[in-house]
């Protein structure tokens, strides 16, 4: 440990300390910097597009959240931002109502943003560019028994390119959804739905993410199995990257009390790992700080620095139904009564909101680290339960966000 940011009630003053006594090679590197440093705060939500990205990504926090406390000790991850599409298709088929509880979920309500079905196009658009690594997918399967409202289905086609799809019930329906949403991710996300769609006629908003992260720095050493410690358990052994003098932004929180490393990845995405000092599944203090804006200014605060670095390899697929989860974001009164107007003149409900996402990360990267004159003593070494996300620099959008307490269990 060799500096620590501790974030004050405001989350945009940042306190520097450098513990003198053990910075070595480090602070000569960055200069003389006495004890306490403000942080400059750079704004980044300022344009439509960058506050959608706040917003999407505060969206994904609280849902993060919310699956995090009803699956405490488990494994989680989630792509928000394929789910932001999913529910903002679905609020097009609302009536005024339903429209304005849907957007309070999805924190478009901050936005004032006339155009912001627009904005959020265009964010999709950005983020997935490619080179980036991520493909999402987004789409409503509705029952054809609801007699449905075909001005919806064009609105929804315009806007999105993605037209919603009338289901006819039966095995059929699996494999239907099965393979568009195969087809929209190249392949990598197989098996959407592996049991069939509940019987009940209603709408279901389909959900989906493949990222590959490629880093810009490449691991010279990969797969060889190391301990990875489990709360409560005998240690598992993992397949691991490792690299010296490895590039990264660090700090630690002393309020959180967790090491935070910044890795760069290809084309302006990183990943941010939150590394508990304990060997503990609950992350429940670090998980209520987690807002688009904490995330800003915690990129802002964090030091370069060259780190022995220790990753595990991450190879993982992870599904779930997020529709227990939306009364917990204030959707309870919407859900027994969602208004779906537009989408049929019958009373319609949600009936799932089935998401998946599939990541994979390898050695590769473009760049060898560079030799320093010194090398680095700093060891950063992932070997027990954490929270890492990834998130797209130039917008600032969340766009994987995961909780790993047991990689063994983790499978493509
Ligand atoms: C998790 O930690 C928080 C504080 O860090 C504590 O308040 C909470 O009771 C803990 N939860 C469990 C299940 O131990």
């Given amino acids: 440990m060799f500096f620590f940011v501790s974030f004050r009630m405001k989350r ?12 070595c090679c480090w602070a000569q590197e960055t200069g003389n910097e006495e004890v306490v440093e403000e942080e400059e705060h750079v704004e980044l939500f300022t344009t439509p597009t960058t506050k959608m990205a706040a917003a999407t990504s505060d969206f994904g926090y609280n849902l993060f959240r919310t699956l995090s406390s009803r699956e405490a000790a488990a494994n989680i991850f ?8 999913a529910l903002t298709q679905l609020s097009m088929g609302g009536s005024q109502r339903a429209q ?30 490619s080179g980036k690594g991520l493909s999402t997918a987004a789409r409503l399967y509705v029952a054809r028994r609801l007699r449905l409202k075909q001005d919806f289905f064009k609105l929804v086609e315009q806007q999105y390119n993605v037209r919603p799809k009338a289901l006819m019930g039966g095995a059929k329906d699996l494999k239907e959804i ?9 392949r990598k996300v197989q098996q959407f739905l592996s049991k069939p769609l509940p019987r009940t006629a209603g709408v279901n908003a389909v959900s989906a993410s493949y990222f590959k992260g490629k880093w810009v720095t490449r691991f010279s050493q990969s797969g060889g199995l190391e301990n990875f410690q489990v709360d409560g358990g005998a240690p598992v052994q993992i397949p691991m990257m490792q690299q010296d003098n490895y590039p990264v932004k660090m700090g630690v929180d002393s309020d959180l009390r967790c090491t935070i490393a910044q890795i760069q990845m290809q084309n302006d995405i990183s990943m941010f790992v939150f590394l508990p000092e304990e060997v503990t599944t609950n992350t429940s203090l670090l998980e209520e700080s987690l807002t688009a804006e904490f995330v800003q200014d915690l990129s802002m605060a964090l030091q370069p620095a060259q780190v022995s670095l220790t990753l595990p390899v991450l190879r993982l697929s992870y599904s779930t139904d997020l529709l227990p989860l939306l009364g917990d974001l204030g959707l309870s009164e919407w859900l027994e009564n969602p208004e779906l107007e537009k989408v049929s003149n019958q009373p319609a409900k949600l009936t799932s909101v089935n998401h998946k996402v599939v990541m994979e990360t390898a050695p590769e990267g473009n760049q060898y680290p560079s030799s320093p004159s010194t090398p680095s003593h700093l060891t950063y070494r992932v070997d027990r339960p954490f929270v890492y996300l990834i998130r797209d620099e130039p917008s600032g959008a969340l766009l994987f966000i995961g909780k790993v307490v047991n990689p063994k269990d983790l499978t493509i």
């Fill in 78 to 85: 989630l792509s928000p931002i394929s789910v932001s599409a």
């Fill in 178 to 186: 099965n393979d568009w949403v195969s087809q929209q991710t190249g």
């Fill in 12 to 23: 945009t003053t940042f306190l520097l300390v450098f513990a003198a006594a053990l910075s």
């Fill in 100 to 129: 304005s509880q849907l957007y309070r979920a999805l924190r478009y309500h901050t936005l004032q943003d006339p155009q912001l079905l627009n904005t959020l196009k265009d964010l999709l658009a950005a983020v997935k560019t």
